[in-house]
């Protein structure tokens, strides 16, 4: 059955695709979870396993950062091992963003998880940079409770998993008093050329504040030896940030759309895809973009599921996520 939604211009919703919804975040969840253990396919997939194995041994907790995670290692090495472990990870990092689009998107909610795992960064933070994942997934939670009180409690636990997330944290932080989206879009053009001209002095600058490990990668090049590096100003990384970007004005200045919660989330994103933009050149660049990029999906696909803003608006909706799904397919298999 097909219920008919004249303010969403006659997206399908049916009992087949919630099924298959939830059958695909098993899927994920079990794929992601027991895959290899393989620094060569994984990335950091090999890093993790060897702390694991440690604290499994009876090592200590070897670092006094991202401290929740690293104790949820710990005692995660008491009951269980390697595998299950990541399976534990993958459950953290996947079912969290199902909970968000059920909050915000009800029975559509199956279209804002698809633009979740399809975009660019989706495989990657799940398998290399896990914990930041994982943060990221708890960060969206906590941005889509309503009571401050808790909205509060589970992004202070996002950047207790990793401390990274202090940077969009001051992004939505920054966007209860400063709610403009249009100054934010003009700031985040500003900053193109600024970085064209002066990159080097912001990335000397952040990288002395030293609030998290991988700011050394801005001062110091490749200083943990990663395998995968991402250097000089990146055209092509600002032009799939900038979907993003246009996709928001649209929305917000063309077409109207008045939503305090995407204006949260668009600002955020905003401010913190221009902190990357200004230190684009570092090495590794994508980590830092990863810090506004695990919200894109949501930033694009977010009025489109509110409102009816588009004609065939459904159409629409699947002719993006088949771009999105192509852009990453392009980046992460043709390009391998």
């Given at each position: 059955m097909i219920l008919v939604d004249s303010h969403?211009?006659?997206i399908p919703r049916n009992d087949k695709m919630q099924r298959f919804g939830f059958l695909l975040i098993i899927f994920l969840v079990l794929y992601m979870g027991f895959r290899p253990i393989s620094g060569r396919y994984f990335g950091d997939t090999s890093t993790?396993?060897?702390?694991?194995?440690?604290?499994?041994?009876?090592?200590?907790i070897t670092?006094?950062?991202?401290?929740?995670?690293?104790?949820?290692?710990k005692i995660?090495?008491?009951?269980?091992?390697?595998?299950?472990f990541f399976f534990l990870c993958a459950l953290l990092y996947v079912v969290p963003l199902y909970l968000v689009c059920k909050k915000w998107f009800k029975d559509?909610?199956?279209?804002?998880?698809?633009?979740l795992i399809t975009a660019f960064s989706?495989?990657?933070?799940?398998?290399?940079?896990?914990?930041?994942?994982?943060?990221?997934?708890?960060?969206?939670?906590g941005i889509s409770k309503e009571k401050r009180i808790i909205q509060t409690l589970w992004i202070i636990l996002a950047v207790s998993v990793h401390k990274s997330m202090l940077l969009p944290t001051a992004g939505f932080i920054l966007a209860q008093f400063f709610n403009q989206p249009k100054k934010m879009i003009f700031f985040w053009a500003l900053c193109i050329p600024i970085s064209l001209l002066a990159g080097g002095a912001f990335e000397t600058f952040f990288g002395s504040l030293g609030f998290d490990d991988r700011l050394s990668y801005l001062t110091e090049g490749n200083v943990n030896d990663d395998d995968f590096s991402s250097t000089g100003f990146r055209w092509d990384f600002v032009l799939y940030s900038a979907t993003a970007i246009y996709a928001g004005w649209y929305y917000i200045v063309k077409k109207g759309f008045h939503d305090q919660v995407y204006y949260w989330l668009f600002n955020t994103y905003i401010f913190a895809n221009a902190f990357w933009i200004l230190v684009i050149r570092a090495n590794f660049s994508n980590r830092f973009a990863y810090l506004s990029w695990f919200m894109i999906g949501?930033?694009?696909?977010?009025?489109?599921?509110?409102?009816?803003?588009?004609?065939?608006?459904?159409?629409?909706?699947?002719?993006?996520?088949?771009?999105?799904?192509?852009?990453?397919?392009?980046?992460?298999?043709?390009?391998s």
């Open positions: 969403l211009n006659r993790y396993a060897s702390i694991f194995n440690n604290y499994f041994n009876g090592a200590d670092s006094d950062k991202d401290f929740l995670f690293h104790n949820l290692m995660s090495s008491y009951v269980i091992n390697v595998h299950f559509l909610w199956f279209f804002g998880f698809l633009f989706f495989w990657a933070a799940g398998t290399n940079g896990i914990r930041n994942g994982i943060a990221g997934s708890l960060l969206l939670l949501l930033v694009i696909i977010y009025p489109l599921l509110k409102e009816n803003i588009l004609n065939n608006q459904y159409k629409k909706v699947g002719f993006v996520l088949v771009l999105q799904f192509a852009f990453t397919f392009f980046m992460n298999v043709m390009l």
